[in-house]
């Protein structure tokens, strides 16, 4: 029913009830929510998941029906919030009411779930650090290996020079042998110059 502004239904998602809250939820409405809701969830088992991503105005009532709702769910089921506009949830922190996970008839279960909550934290930032450090030992390790290779590198720079010298050395003393070590090739149709000593 929209008439008064406010729209409510619910559907089964993964084993939850996820009770979706549309339109104003102000002090007409608010009246109507806690019977509209409370027949939608009876017709889906489950925890209550309540989406408020549809929830474009709330008042003082309206919030005031919302803590309602959650604090009076049947047969000691759980609800939480998800989605919640910031216009949304600025109304229910003013009011000091919770817009995120609310068990319902336990008002102590966000605090008593903070400890729990740090120790993550705190396992979280531990596990981080030493995926930094293992981070930061894979780039020492690349970045020595880059070093390594830069040097062999430079060193099969040196082998190659120095062979090339080498062959030029070798064909230099080779070009020096040749002419010492040769009888001189004589052209086409030149005789043989005659041996000193020797009658012609």
Do not use: Y
């Not at 929209?2 to 089964?12: E, F, I, K, L, T």
């Not at 939608?40 to 929830?55: F, K, N, R």
């Not at 070093?147 to 062999?152: G, H, K, P």
């Not at 080498?166 to 070009?175: C, G, H, N, T, W």
């Amino acid at each position: 029913m929209a008439d008064d502004g406010v729209q409510v239904r619910a559907a089964s998602l993964n084993g939850a009830c996820v009770l979706w809250i549309a339109g104003e939820l102000d002090l007409i409405a608010a009246g109507a929510l806690a019977e509209r809701a409370r027949a939608a969830i009876a017709a889906v088992p489950g925890p209550v998941v309540i989406d408020l991503s549809g929830l474009k105005f709330v008042d003082v009532r309206g919030a005031h029906a919302l803590d309602e709702l959650v604090r009076t769910l049947p047969d000691g089921r759980t609800a939480a919030f998800r989605r919640c506009p910031l216009r949304v949830r600025r109304v229910l922190n003013l009011l000091g009411l919770a817009a995120d996970a609310l068990p319902a008839r336990d008002r102590t279960a966000p605090q008593l779930a903070m400890p729990e909550l740090a120790a993550q934290v705190r396992r979280a930032r531990l596990e981080a650090a030493g995926s930094i450090l293992d981070v930061s030992g894979t780039l020492a390790r690349l970045a020595s290996t880059r070093v390594r290779l830069a040097s062999t590198i430079e060193r099969a720079g040196l082998l190659r020079e120095q062979g090339r010298q080498a062959v030029a050395s070798s064909r230099a003393a080779r070009q020096q042998l040749t002419p010492a070590g040769r009888e001189p090739e004589l052209s086409a149709g030149q005789p043989p110059s005659p041996s000193p000593g020797l009658p012609l």
